[in-house]
């Protein structure tokens, strides 16, 4: 499979940014998506031509499907990084890994899977086309 650009959420991240300095390795283009909560600031590459950092959260839906137009491929390494705090509070958990995880799930539904697809003409299902003839008759 060819890479054309990639987006990484969490791209600024211990392991989000080694993936995202194996894609420039490669002359990919990269989106770096991540709200900088964990992410450092020193584990971005320098700026350069093919990379394109976004301060933004993936529980942003907009933000996050904006970002991601012009990517065919996704890395999602975002999740909350402190598993001791999710345990006093579980709401933070099913923000920032379960309902993070769909909206990356949907904004690539929408963005990148279905893009491709020429659109097809319904066919009416044979039950129906009987249906209609037996009205004309």
Not at 56 to 78: I, K, N, P, S, T
């Amino acid at each position: 499979m060819v890479i054309r650009k990639a987006l990484v959420t969490g791209g600024a991240g211990f392991i989000g940014s080694h993936i995202v300095d194996a894609l420039l390795a490669q002359n990919i283009p990269v989106v770096i998506y991540d709200n900088f909560s964990t992410g450092r600031q020193e584990y971005l590459p320098k700026p350069a031509p093919g990379i394109n950092v976004v301060r933004g959260d993936v529980l942003d839906l907009v933000r996050l499907g904006e970002a991601m137009a012009g990517c065919d491929f996704v890395f999602h390494w975002q999740a909350n990084a402190d598993v001791r705090g999710g345990k006093s509070n579980t709401r933070i958990d099913l923000e920032q890994n379960t309902l993070a995880t769909w909206n990356v799930l949907e904004a690539m539904r929408s963005r990148i899977c279905f893009r491709r697809q020429r659109p097809t003409r319904l066919r009416k299902p044979p039950f129906m086309a009987r249906a209609n003839s037996r009205e004309k008759q």
